[in-house]
């Protein structure tokens, strides 16, 4: 079955980077998104790639792809305090209609 | 358009009541997701709806749980009777159907259940 798993929590600098790692299972995936949480709000799209890509960059995100090790990540540049958020990933299966699973979610801290 | 819409934001009850959470997708959207959050379990699916069909209701927690989609527009999500522990914020999502499995889901704002 599918797993996405995530770390519970992240806590950067105002100015730095953050990279938030993700792993899945299911080898059949064939999107992965991130999706960002603010306080209070419902999950929002916030970028994603598709499986026979390595990396994709818009503006301060980048995801990276690891289809081997079945690893996502996720880089925000100059990290600000709107970023503080919890961050989704997810994936999305060729057969399984228009399901996705979910992470746990990743709590980013931006402290100024 | 406005999004997903739900109602209401924030209820409380107390155990043994009944409660009804509501949820108008985007128009044109043919996929409809009711998902719960907590601190302990995270995003949970418990139900997806095709064109107003039931597809997967594995997540439901229990019978007391149910959930209609009457037509395009509308769905409701039902406890009855409501437990402490049914305490969450209530998502409900659409989407449009995808020939690619690409899939953007558009989320509600949630409804914060809290049951007394």
């Known amino acids: 079955g599918e797993d996405v798993e995530q770390s519970l929590f992240l806590s950067v600098r105002e100015g730095d980077s953050s990279v938030i790692n993700c792993t899945y299972t299911?080898?059949?995936?064939?999107?992965l998104y991130w999706y960002k949480q603010e306080p209070g709000a419902g999950l929002q799209l916030l970028t994603y790639?598709?499986?026979?890509?390595d990396m994709k960059q818009d503006q301060r995100l980048t995801v990276l792809l690891n289809k081997k090790d079945k690893h996502l990540s996720l880089r925000i540049a100059d990290t600000q305090t709107g970023d503080s958020a919890i961050y989704f990933c997810?994936?999305?299966?060729?057969?399984?209609?228009?399901?996705?699973?979910f992470g746990g979610g990743t709590r980013l801290m931006v402290k100024p | 358009d406005a999004g997903v819409i739900q109602s209401p934001r924030h209820e409380v009850t107390e155990m043994g009541q009944e409660v009804t959470l509501r949820c108008k997708p985007i128009?044109?959207?043919?996929?409809l997701f009711w998902y719960r959050q907590t601190m302990m379990r995270g995003l949970e699916l418990l139900i997806y709806?095709?064109?107003?069909?039931?597809?997967?209701d594995s997540g439901m927690p229990e019978d007391r749980f149910s959930a209609k989609m009457p037509n395009a527009s509308f769905s409701t999500l039902k406890i009855q009777p409501s437990e402490p522990r049914d305490s969450a914020v209530y998502f409900c999502?659409?989407?449009?159907?995808?020939?690619?499995?690409?899939?953007?889901?558009?989320f509600g704002p949630g409804t914060r259940l809290t049951v007394l």
């Open positions: 299911d080898s059949s995936s064939t999107y």
């Open positions: 709806f095709n064109n107003n069909v039931p597809i997967d």
């Open positions: 999502a659409s989407s449009l159907p995808t020939g690619g499995s690409y899939n953007e889901q558009f």
């Open positions: 128009s044109g959207h043919d996929y």
């Open positions: 790639i598709f499986s026979n890509m």
């Open positions: 997810a994936e999305s299966i060729g057969n399984a209609g228009n399901m996705l699973t």
